[in-house]
């Protein structure tokens, strides 16, 4: 948690820092308002990050959850559970003995949730249901001892049900963990509907969900944000699927393919972007795009790279969000809920009131929904808030960029908080708890010093 705030609160400190900024900025100028220059929140972000790591240093260490980290390092110090399912075989030694005195003494640490019996739970408790052939057992183990149940003579492997004997046998394989983030394409989707095998080769052995267990038929789970899979194939299919935006990585399974020979390139060719973004005077846009192509140039990425880089459901939500805001505009309906806003505070509020409200307003959404469809949505009603008060509306964005940034007590709200729900074992509760009181703190710092960096006149 720590980890993805200090990303966050850094986030802050440039235009290009958060993609919401950059969106945010972008609206405005086609609200006719001045563009931001890279380093204009720098005076505030650097303040706003302090405070949150002072925060996090005092206040929040002493919130934070004492329990351990279920998270597996890359070293693999540590285990996790996860839930997988088998099927007995026909000739099963098990078949005719009871659950406890078979699977438990063959496994130790495993624990058994359900046995499924043509496809319906059994209700008989454990230490008197008798196996049968065919019976589906879901089961939680730790990842070491996936090895022990794959060798478990009459068990196999719900992945497994559909390979040879001797494919198992001759194919090399090695495990790899990873967490489902929140922008996911097959989050909604079932194990059976996602059909790892056929597209990577690869097979789904296990799954750990942070909120408790799951009882249904393995195949039929669907996947959630925040999962965290159990992946097995040959090192050829398991780089191809670290290679997807699906998941995250939480276990190095081989060396990452690093070009060390263009990293002085890239380096350089960042530089001169940042620079010539500060002085140029020229649209971020415009100098990104330039310095992507003098990278794609000099072969620091490959087309292809760079193009699986793109998050197109994110440009797609951008796309059609900004149509949204786009119709607010033209219909009225942006100035109109503005209207209504100040109608709230009377006929003349003061300014320092609607940017607190601006903020917490921002912030609150976003722990909800994406910050990128808040920022679309409310900046042409803070253009039009600022326009009918008769002062600067560049307090106003300001304070919805923050806020827009201000996802602190909710593990939905932004990425990364995403994906440390799961690898660091939180709890919903634990965001809350943690992160309230950061919103709040934050909300009162950005209060007082935006107008004084960017006063309403």
Not at 173 to 191: D, F, K, M, V, W
Not at 249 to 275: H, Q, Y
Not at 332 to 356: C, M, R, T, W, Y
Not at 397 to 421: E, H, K, L, R
């Amino acid at each position: 948690m720590p980890l993805s705030f200090a990303c966050i609160l850094g986030g802050t400190c440039t235009l290009t820092g958060s993609s919401t900024n950059l969106i945010i900025d972008g609206i405005a100028q086609k609200q006719d308002q001045e563009p931001f220059s890279m380093f204009e929140l720098t005076k505030l972000g650097v303040i706003y990050a302090a405070v949150g790591f002072i925060y996090m240093l005092t206040i929040g260490k002493k919130l934070l959850p004492k329990h351990d980290s279920t998270a597996v390092d890359l070293s693999g110090a540590e285990e996790r559970d996860f839930l997988t399912q088998v099927i007995v075989s026909p000739d099963s030694p098990m078949i005719g003995k009871t659950v406890t005195e078979t699977l438990s003494k063959a496994i130790k640490e495993a624990r058994v949730i359900e046995v499924r019996r043509r496809g319906v739970p059994i209700q008989t408790p454990l230490n008197e249901l008798i196996i049968e052939e065919r019976d589906r057992i879901l089961i939680s183990i730790h990842t070491d001892d996936f090895k022990d149940l794959k060798e478990t003579e009459g068990l196999r492997l719900t992945a497994y049900q559909n390979l040879k004997l001797e494919t198992l046998e001759k194919r090399p394989a090695i495990l790899l963990e990873g967490i489902i983030g929140p922008q996911s394409s097959i989050i909604g989707r079932t194990l059976k509907e996602l059909k790892f095998r056929q597209r990577f080769g690869v097979l789904i052995l296990g799954i750990h969900r942070q909120s408790g267990e799951f009882r249904r038929n393995f195949d039929d789970v669907k996947i959630h944000s925040g999962d965290t899979l159990l992946i097995e194939g040959p090192p050829q299919a398991i780089a191809r699927v670290k290679n997807e935006k699906d998941f995250v990585s939480l276990s190095e399974t081989s060396e990452p393919s690093i070009r060390k020979g263009k990293s002085l390139i890239a380096a350089l060719i960042t530089l001169a972007f940042v620079i010539a973004a500060s002085v140029s005077g020229q649209p971020i846009f415009v100098v990104a795009l330039l310095a992507s192509i003098a990278m794609l140039a000099t072969r620091c990425i490959d087309p292809s790279d760079a193009y699986n880089s793109v998050s197109w459901n994110i440009i797609f939500l951008i796309i059609g969000m900004l149509g949204i805001g786009k119709a607010m505009e033209v219909t009225g309906g942006a100035q109109f809920i503005a209207d209504g806003v100040l109608n709230i505070f009377g006929e003349s509020p003061k300014p320092v009131i609607i940017l607190a409200v601006v903020y917490l307003l921002s912030s609150i959404l976003t722990e909800l929904i994406s910050n990128n469809a808040v920022a679309v949505l409310l900046t042409p009603i803070v253009v039009g808030i600022s326009e009918t008060l008769g002062i600067d509306a560049r307090p106003l964005i300001v304070a919805m960029m923050f806020g827009c940034s201000a996802s602190f007590a909710t593990p939905i709200g932004y990425q990364t908080n995403t994906y440390v729900y799961g690898a660091g074992g939180y709890k919903f509760s634990d965001f809350v708890k943690v992160g309230v009181p950061l919103n709040l703190i934050l909300w009162l710092v950005a209060t007082i010093m935006i107008p004084i960096f960017w006063p309403f006149n």
